[in-house]
C-alpha cells in the first residue's frame, strides 16, 4: 500500500536542518550577533515560511535591534502559524510594554493568560498593563490571580498593596505589604 506524506509534514532532514540553523542562530544572538542570527532565521524563512520559531526568533532580534514595528509583525505572523504559543504571546507583550502601547501589551497578556491560565508571569505583567491602563479593579485580580497560583509572588503582593493604598483600602494594603515581608 503506498502512502503519500501530509504536504505539511517536512521530511526528518529538513526538520534537522531547521533546528541546527535556528540553534546557531540562537547561539548568534546570546553573543549579541544580531545580524549574524538574523540572516540564519531568515534563510528558514525563505525556505520554510510556515515555521513559526524562525518568525520568532526574527522578532526577538528585531525588538533588540530597537525595530518595534518588525517585532510586532514578525511576532504576530509567529502567532498565526502557533496561535496560543506562551512564548510568542509572552514576547509579543513584551515587544508592545516596551513601546507603552499598554492596550496590546494587556490584550496579549489576557490571551496568554486564557491559553496558560497557570502562567503566572502572564498574570502578574497583565496586572502591570491594567495598571497602567488606570484599571486598578482589573489590575487586582490580575496579581490576586498571580498570588493565588504562587503565594510567594512578592511582587504581585506589592502592588496590590500599593493600588489598595492608592484605593484607600489600607486595611488591605497593610495586609499586602505584610505579605511582601
Known amino acids: 500500500m503506498n502512502q503519500k506524506k501530509s504536504p ?12 541546527e540553523r535556528l540553534r546557531q542562530a540562537g547561539v548568534l544572538l546570546q553573543a549579541g550577533r544580531l545580524a549574524q542570527a538574523d540572516y540564519l532565521c531568515h534563510e528558514v524563512v525563505q525556505k520554510h515560511p510556515q ?12 525588538h533588540k535591534r530597537k525595530n518595534p514595528a518588525d517585532a510586532v509583525h514578525f ?10 504559543n506562551a512564548q510568542f504571546l509572552q514576547a509579543l507583550a513584551a515587544v508592545h510594554s516596551s513601546m507603552k502601547n499598554h492596550g496590546a501589551a494587556a490584550e496579549a497578556y489576557a490571551r496568554l493568560v486564557e491559553a496558560h491560565p497557570e502562567n503566572v508571569d502572564g498574570h502578574f505583567n497583565w496586572g502591570i498593563a491594567l495598571t497602567a491602563l488606570h484599571l486598578p479593579q482589573d489590575a487586582l485580580l490580575s ?23 492608592a484605593l484607600n483600602d489600607h486595611v488591605a494594603a497593610v495586609h499586602d505589604f505584610e505579605l511582601v515581608l
Open 51 to 62: 515555521e513559526p520559531q524562525a518568525w520568532f526568533c526574527r522578532g526577538v532580534i528585531a
Open 8 to 19: 505539511d509534514v517536512l521530511p526528518v532532514q529538513a526538520q534537522k536542518e531547521i533546528r
Open 75 to 84: 511576532l504576530a505572523h509567529a502567532l498565526q502559524l502557533s496561535p496560543g
Open 143 to 165: 496579581f490576586a490571580r498571580a498570588l493565588a497560583l504562587d503565594p510567594a509572588h512578592w511582587r504581585a503582593a506589592l502592588n496590590c498593596g500599593l493600588l489598595r493604598q
